[in-house]
C-alpha cells in the first residue's frame, strides 16, 4: 500500500520492508551538493531496489556524475545521506568499494601495465576467481592482454575497465557512460550481460546519454533535470502510462485545459495542442466530452527519448508537482 503525500507529490511507501524481494540496493535521502554557484544536486530521494537495472538519464551536467561520486564515496554531499548496499557513503565508503564495481566516465588505469599485468594487480584486492572471471572477460572482449594500456584504443582501454569492475561478480555495478568507445556489437554484448546481472539478483545503475539502449535494458528510468530528480518509474509503467495527447481546437486563440495526468510539456502550435501525459488515465477523452471548440483529440505512445526530452525541455517545476517516486518497483498511481 502506498500514498501520494500531497503537500510533496512524492510517492511515499508505508511499507519499507516490502521495498523489492530483495531489498534497497542504494537509498539516497535529501542529498545536495553545491559547487560555488552551481547546484548540483538538489534534495534528491531516490531509492534502486535490488536485482534491477536502474538507469539515470539527464542532460550535460544534470548532476548524474556527482550524484554517482556520492554514492562511491569520492564526494561528500553538503546535506541529506546516502547509503550503499546498507553502508553509508561517506563513514564507509572504503567498504562499500570493495563491495561494488564501478567504472567512471573516464578512468584512470595504470597506463604501462598491459591489460593482464593490471588484471593481476587488481586481484590481490578480491576473491580467488577474480583472475580467471578477468581473463574470460578479457578473452571474450578480444583485448590484446600484452599490450601496454597506453597503446590501447579507447574502446579497448573501456573495455580493460569494464572487465576490472565485473570481475570480482559485485552486487552493485556503477557505471557511468559505459558503452562510449564500444563497437556496436560489443555495447550490445555488454548491455544484454547487465540484463544477465540483474536476472541473477545483482543491481546496475547506467548512466547513459544512449537513451534507445536504455530503453532495451532497464527496469527503471530515473530522469534528473538541473539537479533535481524530476522523474522516477519502472519503464513499463512508464511507457504504459505516458501519451503523447494532441487536440485541435477550432479556435488557435482559446484556452485549452488538457486532460488528467502529469503534464510533462505543453506544445502550442496554431490550433494545435501537444501535451506529453504522464499518468493519463484510461477515460481521458471524456475530460474533453464537454469542452467546446476541441475539433478532434488523438493519443499516441512517444519513445523514452520523447518522454526525456519532454521533461528536460520544460520548465523545472515544484517539488509538489514531481513526477512520482517509488520505492517499490510495482506500480502505483499518481494521482
Ligand atoms: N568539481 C566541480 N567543481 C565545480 N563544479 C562542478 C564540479 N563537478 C561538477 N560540477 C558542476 O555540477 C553540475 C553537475 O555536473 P555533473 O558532472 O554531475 O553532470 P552530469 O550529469 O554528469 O553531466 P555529463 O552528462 O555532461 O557528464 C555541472 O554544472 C558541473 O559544472
Known sequence: MAEIDADAGMYQSDAPEKSGALGTAI??????????????????????????????LGENGAGKTTLIRILTGYLRPDRGVARVLDHDCVAQSELIRRRIGYVS??????EWMSA????????????????RRYSELINEFEVPVGTKLSALSKGQRAKVALALAIAHDPELLILDEPTSGLDPMVRRQFLESMVDRAAAGRTVLLSSHQINEVERVADVVAILHAGKLRLVQPLDTLKHHTRIVTATLDDAHVYCRPPRGDVLSETISGRQRRWVINGLPDDWRNDFGEEGGVRSVDEVVPSLEEIFIAVCASKPRKPDHAVSFMREHQLESTR
Do not use: H
Not at 28 to 47: G, H
Not at 105 to 110: K, V
Open 27 to 56: 537509498d539516497v535521502k535529501e542529498v545536495t551538493k553545491r559547487f560555488r554557484n552551481t547546484l548540483a544536486l538538489d534534495q534528491i530521494d531516490v531509492s534502486v531496489p535490488k536485482g534491477k537495472v536502474f538507469a539515470l
Open 105 to 110: 566516465d573516464s578512468p584512470a588505469m595504470y
Open 116 to 131: 593482464s599485468e593490471i588484471g593481476w594487480f587488481t586481484s590481490a584486492f578480491y576473491d580467488d576467481a577474480f583472475p
